[in-house]
Antibody, heavy 121, light 107 residues
Framework: EVQLLQSGAEVKKPGESLRISCQGS????????ITWVRQKPGKGLEWVGR????????NYSPSFQGHVTISVDKSINTAYLQWSSLEASDTAMYYC??????????????WGQGTLVTVSS | IVMTQSPVTLSVSPGERATLSCRAS??????LAWYQQKPGQAPRLLIY???ARATDIPARFSGSGSGTEFTLTISGLQSEDFAVYHC??????????FGGGTKVEMK
C-alpha cells in the first residue's frame, strides 16, 4: 500500500526554526514528485511547492519562495519542509502529497495525514 | 489563475444528485482535478483531467467541462459523501491553484 507518513504536530514561538517530514512507503520513492500544500484553519488549500526526489529539483510557489525550504533525503524516502524563522501567520496544517503519476503532472494522491504547525508567543 | 467554486455550501438529501461548479479565470483546457476532504482528514483525489476518475473512486462521481467551466456531479449521494470538495487547476504548473471549496451537507 502506498503511504505517506508525516511527522507529528509542532508548537513553536515566532522566530524559531522548524523542519517537518514526510516519509513515503509502498512505492519507488524516486519515481514520483512530492508536493507540499498548506491549509489554514477553516480555509482552502494553497500550493507551497514540489520536489523531484531523483535530483532534488524544486519549484516554489511565488507566495512561499524565500520563506520555506523544501528538501529530500532519498536514502530514507523522506521529504522535508522547513522554516528558518517562523511567523504567527505560518500557523496551519501542512500536507505532503505524492504526484499521482510518475511525471510532473500536478495532481496529487495519496496525501499524508497532515502536520499541524502552531506558532504562538 | 483564480478558481471560483459555487455554491459555498450545498444542502442535499441522501440519494439525491449534487452538482458542484468550478470556474477558472482563464482557459485551462482540461487541466482540472477534484478532491474530497472529510473533517479531520487529508484531501483525496477524485477526478483528474476534468473527467477521469482516480483509482477506486466510485462511478457515482463524475466530472465534466473544459476551458473555464467545470462540474463535479455526485449521483445518488451517500452518507459518506458529505464533505468539502476542492477543485484545482494545474495548467500553470508553476502556479497551481485551488478553489475555495464547496461543502456538501445533509439537508
Amino acid at each position: 500500500e502506498v503511504q505517506l507518513l508525516q511527522s507529528g504536530a509542532e508548537v513553536k514561538k515566532p522566530g524559531e526554526s522548524l523542519r517537518i517530514s514526510c516519509q513515503g512507503s509502498g512505492y519507488t520513492f524516486t519515481s514520483y514528485w512530492i508536493t507540499w500544500v498548506r491549509q489554514k484553519p477553516g480555509k482552502g488549500l494553497e500550493w507551497v511547492g514540489r520536489i523531484d526526489p531523483r535530483d532534488s529539483y524544486i519549484n516554489y510557489s511565488p507566495s512561499f519562495q524565500g520563506h520555506v525550504t523544501i528538501s529530500v533525503d532519498k536514502s530514507i524516502n523522506t521529504a522535508y519542509l522547513q522554516w528558518s524563522s517562523l511567523e504567527a501567520s505560518d500557523t496551519a496544517m501542512y500536507y505532503c502529497a505524492r504526484h499521482y503519476e510518475p511525471a510532473t503532472i500536478n495532481y496529487y494522491g495519496p496525501w499524508g495525514q497532515g502536520t499541524l504547525v502552531t506558532v504562538s508567543s | 489563475i483564480v478558481m471560483t467554486q459555487s455554491p459555498v455550501t450545498l444542502s442535499v438529501s441522501p440519494g439525491e444528485r449534487a452538482t458542484l461548479s468550478c470556474r477558472a479565470s482563464q482557459n485551462i483546457g482540461k487541466t482540472l482535478a477534484w478532491y474530497q476532504q472529510k473533517p479531520g482528514q487529508a484531501p483525496r483525489l477524485l477526478i483528474y483531467g476534468a473527467s477521469a476518475r482516480a483509482t477506486d473512486i466510485p462511478a457515482r462521481f463524475s466530472g465534466s467541462g473544459s476551458g473555464t467551466e467545470f462540474t463535479l456531479t455526485i449521483s445518488g449521494l451517500q452518507s459518506e459523501d458529505f464533505a468539502v470538495y476542492h477543485c484545482q487547476q494545474y495548467n500553470q504548473w508553476l502556479a497551481v491553484t485551488f478553489g475555495g471549496g464547496t461543502k456538501v451537507e445533509m439537508k
